[in-house]
């Protein structure tokens, strides 16, 4: 056993050392008269469900539990519990009912 040890060892050695390599290695085309490599663009960050629902709740006319359901695609009891969880946090959600229908809104922030 002690034999398969010292060769796993030596085979991991072996890979880091071709990995550290190859990282060291000037890539193709690097010569002299290339531009530097520009840092790496930040990759916008993708819009949680969360945040939808604040968008749609912002809107003028408001927006629906039906609407939210199919945008975010969550149940309606899950939506009904994450506008619950929107007003703990502060924002002042409304309810207003339009022709029999529920319509979602937040109000506009009180001037003082």
């Not at 071709?18 to 819009?47: C, I």
Request: proline share 8%; net charge positive.
């Amino acid at each position: 056993m002690i034999q398969q040890t010292k060769t796993r060892s030596a085979r991991k050695m072996a890979r880091l050392q071709s990995e550290a390599l190859k990282m060291d290695a000037p890539g193709p085309g690097a010569g002299e008269g290339t531009e530097p490599a520009s840092s790496p663009q930040p990759v916008p960050q993708p819009m949680t469900k969360t945040a939808l629902v604040l968008s749609l709740l912002q809107r003028a006319e408001g927006t629906t539990l039906a609407q939210i359901v199919e945008a975010t695609g969550w149940l309606p009891h899950t939506t009904r519990a994450a506008l619950t969880g929107l007003k703990k946090k502060g924002h002042a959600v409304q309810r207003t009912s339009v022709d029999g229908v529920g319509r979602y809104t937040i109000a506009p922030a009180a001037s003082e």
